[in-house]
């Protein structure tokens, strides 16, 4: 197997013995912030506490809350000069919070995502288009300085702008993308609409991530080009992307265990939930100095893909996120995450690029309206082909949650597009 770097192919044993060594020096710089010092201290834990990599679990968790208390440079571990950048999460739920990083962190963070791109085959022949917002949101920066080390020719072309994005990519014969999966089918469309078959563009590979998707929404985006389409999993709390990417098996994402340390815990009590259960994602930086961050807590739910995988390399899989804990909506009593939605619905071909979920009270009770796009060629079937495929999808969506929404089927490109990630759900239930 070629590999980007040694520690991609280290073994389990490796791993552990440079997860141990990396957590001590982590806990150390992290000490130099009076957050985590005073933090520690209560706790208990001082500089030569952590024996074992078990020891981990007596370090408190760091939240969302805990970064937002100590913006912008709280948390800073070294002199404010070595810092070179900051990131902010997207702040998709709620205040950002800011992430300072000195030269090393950036390196080892070009390297890591270096590393996921080369392990699905991109190279230096690759041209890589990234249609990833820039500016704050580490999905731009971040996979930018990684496909540079890796050699390939980038091009930053930003988001949205489809008719721009198939100009730059026909000039330049981009073979490699990185695109938010809600984006890759609203080109795609674009592309039809110009009368063209997306099959046709040179792309060979995506990196598709930033937000939840099912493996059947990954299915169209893999039909729709003719091309690749592997799952990439970051946070900006833990860097951004290159903490987790799918290798060629494409089944579950290897998370980079040099850099990091992954656990899965009960969202409610904190403890780790056996292998193979579904919980709550929980990570340790190894590799930072600008700012370490200790167990964070990162409200997105999924599980250890147990056993070795076929490719060979140690480090650990996780299953595609299921959802964030935030997703979920309460509805009739019942917990509902939007990707069990998406699950059903992307299933039928007539459902076109995009859905939105609203949820509503009509003064009796609450109730779920499902808006599905409608390919154009089937939208001008008859009405009674329409109206069964309506009660068959409602049928198929009371199955899997146990609650029968009302779905309306609209023409394709009538939902609202976004440029950054994509808003499944309007909540528009009055809050008590
Ligand atoms: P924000 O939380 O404001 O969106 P980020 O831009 O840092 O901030 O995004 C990180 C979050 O995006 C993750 O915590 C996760 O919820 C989501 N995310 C990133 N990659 C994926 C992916 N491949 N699948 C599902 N969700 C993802
Ligand atoms: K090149
Ligand atoms: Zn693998």
């Not at 070294?78 to 739920?93: K, L, N, Y």
């Not at 980079?256 to 990570?283: F, Q, R």
């Not at 199955?399 to 490109?413: G, H, K």
Request: charged share 25%; aromatic share 6%; net charge negative.
């Amino acid at each position: 197997m070629e590999v980007f770097d040694a520690a991609e192919l280290w073994s389990r044993e490796r791993i552990a013995e440079t997860q141990l060594t990396r957590l001590k020096a982590t806990l150390a710089q992290s000490r130099k912030c009076s957050f985590y010092r005073e933090r520690l201290d209560e706790a208990g834990i001082g500089p030569d506490s952590i024996r074992s990599l078990d020891d981990l679990r007596r370090i408190p968790f760091t939240t969302k809350q805990d970064l937002r208390s100590q913006y912008p440079t709280g948390l800073l571990c070294v002199p404010p000069s070595e810092i070179v950048r900051m990131h902010c999460s997207s702040g998709t739920t709620g205040t950002p919070v800011a992430i300072c990083h000195t030269q090393n962190d950036i390196n080892a963070w070009a390297d890591l995502m270096a590393r996921c791109m080369h392990m699905v085959g991109v190279r230096r022949e690759d041209v890589f288009q990234n249609m990833s917002g820039y500016g704050l949101f580490t999905g731009g920066l971040g996979i930018h300085f990684g496909a540079e080390r890796l050699g390939c020719m980038t091009i930053p072309a930003g988001p949205g702008n489809s008719r721009r994005q198939i100009k730059l990519a026909k000039d330049f014969r981009t073979t490699v993308a990185h695109i938010l999966p809600s984006y890759a089918l609203i080109l795609g469309e674009h592309l039809r609409n110009m009368g063209e078959d997306p099959r046709d563009f040179p792309l060979r590979i995506a990196l598709v991530g930033a937000e939840p998707y099912t493996e059947e929404f990954r299915k169209r985006i893999e039909e729709l080009f003719d091309m690749k389409a592997y799952n990439s999993y970051g946070l900006s709390e833990m860097n951004g992307p290159g903490v987790g990417f799918e290798c060629l098996e494409q089944n579950g994402l290897h998370i980079w265990e040099d850099a990091y340390i992954p656990e899965i815990v009960d969202p409610d009590t904190g403890e780790p939930v056996p292998d193979g259960e579904v919980g709550e994602l929980v990570m340790t930086s190894l590799c930072r100095q600008g700012m370490p961050i200790l167990r964070y807590r990162t409200r997105d739910l999924t599980r250890f893909l147990p056993g070795p995988c076929v490719c060979g390399r140690a480090h650990r899989r996780m299953d595609r996120i299921l959802g964030r804990a935030d997703d979920m909506f309460i509805i009739k009593g019942v917990n509902v995450y939007p990707m069990q939605i998406e699950q059903v619905i992307m299933t039928f071909k007539e459902v076109g690029q995009s859905y939105l979920i609203l949820l509503e009270n009509d003064g009796i009770g609450d109730v779920m309206r499902v808006q599905v796009e409608i390919r154009d060629e089937y939208f001008v079937e008859d009405m009674r082909a329409l109206q069964s495929l309506q009660k068959v999808i409602a049928q198929r969506l009371r199955d899997e949650i146990l609650v029968t929404p009302r779905v309306e089927l609209v023409e394709s490109n009538s939902l609202p597009r976004t440029e950054g990630k994509a808003v499944r759900v309007q909540d528009l239930r009055a809050k008590k």
